[in-house]
């Protein structure tokens, strides 16, 4: 029977030395998630939990669990490995130091570079990089989006300011990648409350060019009452953007959804709402959708607003 928690892994030489024999180590009882690694069977291999797990038997000395499975580790659920589209499954960084070259693994992603004693951290008896340490590498080690996609939610997650990551950023100039985490770490924002709405902010700032946005601030009117707080908002035009996850589609929150716009517009507010599937494939017509907007809001500036922005 399947055991009904995450195991650890063991080298096979310790496993043996267990007591467990070969026969056995090749029956329905254990498995081998790498070549000389093994685990009793349990029921989600795949899993964010069994995969770190997995993973941590190939750390070397020195080296620490890195990446999305080391904000995991840290508090940041949200970074589970599971990709863009929930299904996917990404590599578990492995960062080794420099000079060590690891057979590659499939699903691993070795990263060879330097690593300060105070860039690592124990957490459940795992050596995982540091909160800090964590933001930068994700900041750097993909491109712009990916990276603040991640960036957002390692800050949201585990309460970090972006300004420090940015500044580790800066203390290492000489680290590849550091020009890349710059330019994410300065888009970076807590606010934002998931990853489409982090995904609507990028194409808002780097694919259309329109000014950065507040995330999540209060809109309230003359008599400072609270009526939306938009995920983005121009402060200067009045243009809103609105992502809609699968929460969205139930008939209350879509209902809810069509009142608070109601009043936004009604207010001179100008709305522009997305999807999924307009950050994702359809994002050239999100860009054409966020620049007319920008310029009806643009418009309605020249008329009496019936709200301000409040204190987020």
């Known amino acids: 029977m399947a055991l009904l928690r995450p195991q650890p892994s ?5 496993v043996l030395a267990l007591g467990v024999t070969a026969k ?3 029956g329905p009882r254990w498995r081998a998630p790498f070549r000389g690694v093994h685990s009793p069977v349990v029921p989600d291999p795949a899993s964010p939990a069994q995969r770190v797990l997995d993973a941590a038997e190939l750390v ?10 080391a904000g995991w580790l840290l508090g940041a659920t949200d970074l589970d490995g599971r990709g863009r589209s929930g299904l996917e499954s990404e590599d578990i960084v492995i960062v080794v130091p420099r000079g060590h070259h690891p057979a590659s693994r499939e699903g691993i992603r070795f990263v060879r570079t330097a690593l300060a004693d105070s860039d690592v951290i124990m957490v459940d008896g795992l050596v995982v990089t540091t909160a800090v340490r964590t933001g930068f590498d994700l900041a750097r080690s993909t491109d712009v989006e990916e990276g603040l996609v991640a960036t957002d939610v ?8 972006p300004a420090g990551l940015l500044e580790y950023a800066e203390q290492h100039p000489r680290l590849e990648g550091s020009p890349v985490a710059r330019a994410v770490l300065a888009l970076t924002d807590p606010r934002s409350r998931s990853t489409g709405e982090t995904r609507l902010r990028y194409i808002w700032v780097v694919q259309a060019g329109l000014p950065r946005p507040q995330c999540n601030a209060y809109v309230v009117d003359e ?5 939306a707080m938009p995920d983005l908002l121009d402060e200067r035009t009045g243009l809103a953007g609105e992502y809609d996850g699968s929460s969205h589609r139930e008939a209350a929150e879509h209902t809810e959804d069509n009142n608070r716009e109601e009043r936004m517009e009604g207010m001179g507010l100008v709305v522009v709402r997305a999807t999924s599937i307009d950050v994702g494939p359809q994002r050239e017509r999100t860009v ?5 907007g920008q310029a009806r809001a643009s418009a309605v500036t020249s008329r009496s607003w019936g ?4 204190r987020a």
């Open 10 to 14: 063991l080298r096979t030489t310790d």
């Open 24 to 26: 056995e180590l090749r």
């Open 60 to 69: 070397p000395p020195g080296g620490a669990i890195g990446g999305w499975a």
């Open 154 to 161: 390692l800050c949201r997650q585990l309460g970090l300011a």
């Open 223 to 227: 008599h400072g009452t609270v009526i």
């Open 288 to 292: 054409t959708r966020l620049l007319a």
């Open 307 to 310: 709200w301000r922005p409040g």
